[in-house]
C-alpha cells in the first residue's frame, strides 16, 4: 500500500497537521503490515511461542477460503503480509497460497523455522516465479546450537542454517535471520551479525514478548536491564543495516530513537488474522480481550479492520496515564501495548521494561495475569521439546487434534510431517 486512502467523513477523527505519523496514529484504510499465521501446527515447540503452537486447529481456513482472503486483501492495496504460524510451510497447500499470493500482487514475508526449505524449494523462492515479491525468515534464536537449541529444540539450530545454505546456494537475495532477544543472545549480537553476514542475509531482532508460552518463560528469558542499554547501544551503531519492525521503541527513553516508526501500531497500521479467521488487535496480543472480530462474517477482514469497536478504541487519541508526566514519554510512547497486558500492568502505565526502572517500580505492584484464552501446545512432549520447557500446560480452548498434520493427506498418501 502506497497511499493513505481517504475516508469518509465521520469514520476517523482529522490530524492535527497533517504529519504521516499522525496518519498512522489514527489508522489507515489498509494495515501496512499484516501477519496472518495460516496453521497451529508446528515440528517444534519453542519455549517462548507467541501462539503457543504445536497442534493445528481443525477449523483453519480451507484453501478456498484462504484465496478468498487474498483476493481481499489484494482489493484494499495490501502490499505484503507476513505469514507465520506454527511452521507455516507444514500445511501442504502453502506453496499453492504463496503463488496464488504472487499472482495477485500481495508480497509475502513468511516465517519459518527451515524444516521445509529443501534446495528444490529454495530454487523456486529464488526463481523468476516468485518474481521478487517473496521474503523468508529463517527463525534462529543463537548463534550456537547451545544457545538456540535451549529454547527452540534439539536439532533447530543445524535445520535452520541448512535452509540458508540451500537458499544462498539457489541464489536467493537477501534472506532474513529472526532472532529474539533473550538475555542468553544479547552478548552474541556481534556473532548473530556475522553468521547473517556469511549467508547473504539481513540480521532481524524482535523482542520477547511475556505471550502464549513466553509468558511461562519471561522472568527468566527477558533481557536485564543492563542488557537492554547493551541492546539500544548496539542497535545505535548498526543503524539500518539491522531490522527491528519497530520491537524497541521502549528503548528511545534512553535518548535518542530507534530507526522506525516507534509507535505502537496495534490497530492502527498492523494486527493479525490466526488460522481460523479471527483477527487480533497485534500480532504480539493472542488473546480475547484484542479480538476485533470474525473475517468470515458479513464485511470480510474490510469490515473489521475499519469499522470493529477495538480498532475504533484503539486508533482514539491517547493519553499517557501514569507515564504522561514522565520526560520520556513523546519518545518512547509508554511502551507495549501487549508486554504490559500480559505482565498484568495497565495499558495506559510503564512498560515492564522501561529503560527508567518505573517498570521494575509497577511490576511490584498489585496486579493480575490473565488467563491465557489459547493453548495449541502438544499435550506430550515431541522430540524436538526445548531443553528448558518444562512449564505448566493450560487446557487449550479449541479442540485440536494431537497430530499437527491430522486431517492433511499430502501428496503420495503418506501423513505425518516428516515428509
Known amino acids: 500500500m502506497t497511499t493513505v486512502q481517504q475516508r469518509p467523513a465521520g469514520r476517523r477523527p482529522a490530524t492535527r497537521n497533517g504529519t504521516r505519523i499522525e496518519e498512522f496514529e489514527l489508522g489507515l484504510d489498509a494495515p501496512i503490515c499484516l501477519t496472518w499465521e495460516l496453521t497451529y501446527a ?18 483453519e481456513l480451507s484453501t478456498e477460503q484462504c484465496e478468498a482472503v487474498i483476493d481481499e486483501l489484494q482489493r484494499m492495496q495490501v502490499f505484503y503480509v507476513n505469514i507465520g504460524g506454527g511452521e507455516p ?14 499472482d495477485h500482487q500481495v508480497g509475502v514475508k513468511f516465517s519459518t ?41 534439539t536439532g533447530s539450530y543445524a535445520t ?22 533473550t538475555r542468553e543472545n544479547i552478548g552474541q549480537l556481534d556473532e548473530l551479525k556475522a553468521l547473517a553476514d556469511s549467508y547473504g542475509a539481513t540480521l532481524r531482532l524482535t523482542r520477547l514478548r511475556p505471550s502464549g508460552r513466553g509468558a511461562d518463560v519471561w522472568d527468566d528469558l527477558h533481557p536485564l536491564p543492563q542488557q537492554q542499554r547493551v541492546l539500544y547501544d548496539w542497535l545505535m551503531a548498526h543503524g539500518d543495516g539491522v531490522l527491528t519492525g519497530d520491537s524497541f521503541f521502549h528503548l528511545a527513553a534512553f535518548g535518542e530513537s530507534l530507526p522506525g516508526l516507534n509507535l505502537c501500531g496495534a490497530g492502527r497500521v498492523v494486527c493479525l488474522i ?14 480475547d480481550d484484542f479480538l476485533a472480530g470474525n473475517l468470515l462474517a458479513e464485511g470480510g477482514f474490510q469490515r473489521v479492520w475499519q469499522t470493529s469497536e477495538l480498532f475504533m478504541q484503539l486508533r482514539s487519541p491517547q493519553t499517557g496515564g501514569a507515564c504522561a508526566t514522565c520526560q520520556f514519554y513523546d519518545s518512547c510512547r509508554g511502551g507495549c501495548m501487549a508486554a504490559k497486558f500480559f505482565t498484568g500492568l495497565p495499558l495506559d502505565g510503564p512498560d515492564p521494561e522501561c ?19 489459547q493453548d495449541h501446545s502438544r499435550a506430550e512432549p515431541g522430540r524436538n521439546q526445548p531443553v528448558m520447557l518444562q512449564l ?18 499430502p501428496a503420495g498418501g503418506q501423513k505425518g510431517c516428516g515428509s
Open 274 to 287: 490466526d488460522p481460523v479467521g479471527d483477527v487480533y488487535a497485534c500480532p504480539f496480543a493472542i488473546h
Open 355 to 373: 529503560v527508567q526502572g518505573y517498570g521494575e517500580t509497577a511490576l511490584l505492584g498489585d496486579r493480575t495475569i490473565p488467563a491465557a484464552s
Open 113 to 153: 523455522n527451515g524444516v521445509r526449505i529443501t534446495p528444490e524449494r529454495a530454487r523456486f523462492l529464488a526463481s523468476p516465479a516468485c518474481g521478487g515479491y517473496v521474503d523468508v525468515q529463517i527463525s534462529l534464536d543463537g548463534a550456537t546450537a547451545e544457545v538456540n537449541d535451549h529454547v527452540r529444540g
Open 42 to 59: 508446528c515440528n517444534l515447540a519453542c519455549a517462548h511461542c507467541l501462539s503457543s503452537s504445536g497442534k493445528r486447529d481443525p477449523r
Open 160 to 181: 535452520a542454517l541448512s535452509a540458508l545454505e540451500n537458499l544462498r546456494d539457489a541464489g536467493f537475495s537477501d534472506a532474513k535471520i529472526s532472532v529474539v532477544c
Open 89 to 102: 510451510t507444514i500445511r501442504p497447500d502453502f506453496w499453492h497460497l504463496l503463488e496464488y499470493a504472487v
Open 392 to 409: 505448566t500446560r493450560r487446557p487449550p480452548v479449541s479442540a485440536c487434534a494431537e497430530d499437527p498434520l491430522a486431517g492433511f493427506e
